[in-house]
């Protein structure tokens, strides 16, 4: 990443940043080839129910359909998560990682570290809980 690349907005942000983006950049690239590999083992296990009709077979598919159904609900909270981990590397990419999204100031480090993914700064996070509330 050249120096070049760097705007001048978020100059002043990662000459002390930089390391550190870099760092929880790193983490990110880890959680991510953790959370496709989760994936493709979900994919490969929770696929189809076997239709066998002898009452064994009625209740190992019941158990077949709840894992599945386990498995569908776990799909999708690890594809949301891949698609926040993506986002993040994305902002990285274009050297904006660790800035809100919301109000463009620089996200707290602590908050970083809890989640490397995290879009928004604490403030705007209980902004955005606040609107929410406002407006359910
Ligand atoms: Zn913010």
Do not use: W
């Not at 129910?49 to 002898?54: G, I, K, M, S, Y």
Request: negative net charge.
């Amino acid at each position: 990443m050249s120096e070049q690349k760097i705007s001048v907005s978020g100059a002043s942000l990662f000459t002390d940043r930089s390391a550190f983006c870099h760092e929880m950049a790193n983490i990110l690239l880890q959680k991510r080839l953790d959370l496709m590999a989760t994936l493709e083992h979900l994919k490969a296990s929770g696929g189809t129910v076997e239709l066998d009709q002898t009452l064994q077979g009625r209740l190992s598919r019941m158990d077949a359909m709840a894992q599945q159904q386990m498995a569908k609900a776990g799909h999708t909270r690890l594809t949301i998560e891949l698609q926040r981990i993506n986002a993040a590397l994305k902002r990285f990419e274009e050297d904006h990682y660790g800035v809100c999204c919301r109000c463009k100031e620089a996200i707290q480090a602590e908050r970083l570290m809890a989640d490397p993914a995290a879009p928004f700064c604490m403030e705007c996070v209980e902004e955005i809980a606040e609107e929410k509330a406002d407006h359910p």
